[in-house]
């Protein structure tokens, strides 16, 4: 095509169970003016041939086969070869409604913003959650926002998020952001070009609109215990600090974006590496007793790493694990019950397993008030861990 107002890139790695759709949806995009870049990142499945063979069916796509070498080497490969005026993403399991691009491209249109940052769906099996930033919807100088960027005040929630498939982003902000990237980066990959690519803009535009869906599936999620997560996680935070520390910002901005680097240190420790805490036993719950017979609800990200932590330190029994989406946690392996199942059960404590405080206080206001758990029974993250 020559010069497309909009880009997309799509970074894959032996996606072939989802693929299709993906690519479908994007193809089904009411927004036509577009570039499409698949990037095969050293697949060993049938991702390449799927690719080439959607290529050959719509001139606007372009495949690009590569070495793996991770998501930041090929999105940097997509980047490079994008030639649209703004650069958008979609991870190739998951998949868009036929309006998002359109919504998003109107909206720079009308505003002539740099950055368009716009909510999406989680979806766990039949249930779908909408996710959107904590910075009022409209035209913001990126100056304004950055006393909530990277957190909003309420733990954990980000001022803007950071994935880069709710953004659209101009391509002469985003492209040296990501070129920038270190490539030993293997968290974070997201927020390694967000935050950058914002301080880098004049104008972002905030929109609460959702039209991406982001499919939990199980086999992608961070389960496993990772004896390199601390190192990788310090690899992120000091990348992060050293591009604030790069740009062009008044002391009093740069000073309350280093303080709101720490929480979110803090915030990824929790999420991928609990133990570091443990003082004492589960020491940001304020300190379990040995022994105590304990509760996990959630089974997503952070219940899974309690589960998994727990299971291995043997310092307390774990009776039961207990989530709202237990059916599709079954269907996956995992042995969660549903939350009514602990009207049979003794314990002494429930401990919440998500890291946002939003969902802390729905979670405990329906186990005091549907199922009448005592409310010295709950634990999340403690005030004193929290300041």
């Known amino acids: 095509m020559m010069n497309p107002h909009l880009t997309v890139i799509v970074p894959i790695y032996n996606a072939e169970q989802y693929l299709k759709q993906c690519i479908e949806s994007i193809l089904a995009q009411t927004y036509a003016d577009m570039q499409i870049i698949l990037i095969d990142d050293g697949s060993t499945d049938s991702s390449l041939a799927l690719c080439q063979s959607y290529a050959k069916q719509d001139p606007r796509i372009v495949v690009i086969h590569k070495k793996n070498g991770g998501v930041v080497s090929a999105r940097k490969e997509g980047v490079r070869a994008a030639e649209g005026k703004m650069i958008g993403f979609v991870d190739a399991d998951d998949w868009i409604e036929p309006d998002y691009f359109e919504n998003l491209m109107q909206i720079y249109q009308k505003t002539g913003a740099d950055i368009v940052a716009a909510g999406h769906f989680h979806d766990i099996g039949d249930s779908s959650k909408k996710v959107v930033n904590h910075v009022p919807v409209g035209l913001h100088e990126t100056r304004d926002i950055l006393g909530t960027l990277l957190?909003?005040?309420?733990?954990?929630?980000?001022?803007?998020?950071?994935?880069?498939?709710?953004?659209?982003?101009?391509?002469?902000?985003?492209?040296?952001?990501?070129?920038?990237?270190?490539?030993?980066?293997?968290?974070?990959?997201?927020?390694?070009?967000?935050?950058?690519?914002?301080?880098?803009?004049?104008?972002?535009?905030?929109?609460?609109?959702?039209?991406?869906?982001?499919?939990?599936?199980?086999?992608?999620?961070?389960?496993?215990?990772?004896?390199?997560?601390?190192?990788?996680?310090?690899?992120?935070?000091?990348?992060?600090?050293?591009?604030?520390?790069?740009?062009?910002?008044?002391?009093?901005?740069?000073?309350?974006?280093?303080?709101?680097?720490?929480?979110?240190h803090k915030y990824m420790l929790v999420l991928r590496g609990i133990g570091v805490f443990d003082e004492k036993i589960l020491l940001p719950f304020g300190g379990i007793p040995y022994g105590s017979k304990v509760i996990i609800y959630g089974a997503g990200g952070l219940g899974q790493k309690l589960y998994q932590y727990l299971s291995k330190s043997k310092q307390v029994e774990i009776v039961g694990w207990i989530?709202?989406?237990?059916?599709?946690?079954?269907?996956?392996?995992?042995?969660?019950?549903?939350?009514?199942?602990?009207?049979?059960?003794?314990?002494?404590?429930?401990?919440?397993?998500?890291?946002?405080?939003?969902?802390?206080?729905?979670?405990?206001?329906?186990?005091?008030?549907?199922?009448?758990?005592?409310?010295?029974?709950?634990?999340?993250?403690?005030?004193?861990?929290l300041k």
């Not at 946690?329 to 009207?343: I, Q």
């Not at 405990?364 to 409310?375: R, S, W």
């Open 151 to 264: 957190y909003s005040g309420e733990f954990y929630e980000y001022g803007i998020t950071p994935q880069l498939y709710t953004k659209l982003i101009r391509s002469d902000v985003l492209k040296p952001a990501q070129e920038n990237v270190d490539e030993r980066i293997r968290c974070g990959e997201d927020a390694a070009v967000t935050y950058p690519s914002v301080l880098r803009a004049k104008k972002i535009y905030v929109t609460d609109f959702c039209g991406y869906h982001y499919v939990q599936h199980q086999e992608s999620m961070t389960k496993t215990e990772n004896k390199d997560e601390l190192v990788l996680i310090r690899i992120l935070i000091e990348f992060l600090e050293d591009s604030i520390r790069r740009e062009t910002l008044d002391l009093i901005s740069r000073q309350e974006l280093l303080r709101q680097l720490k929480v979110y």
């Open 323 to 385: 989530d709202q989406n237990f059916s599709y946690y079954r269907e996956k392996g995992l042995c969660v019950n549903k939350p009514e199942w602990l009207d049979s059960q003794i314990y002494d404590y429930i401990l919440i397993g998500n890291i946002s405080y939003g969902t802390y206080v729905a979670i405990k206001t329906y186990l005091t008030e549907k199922l009448f758990v005592e409310k010295k029974k709950i634990r999340w993250f403690s005030e004193e861990f």
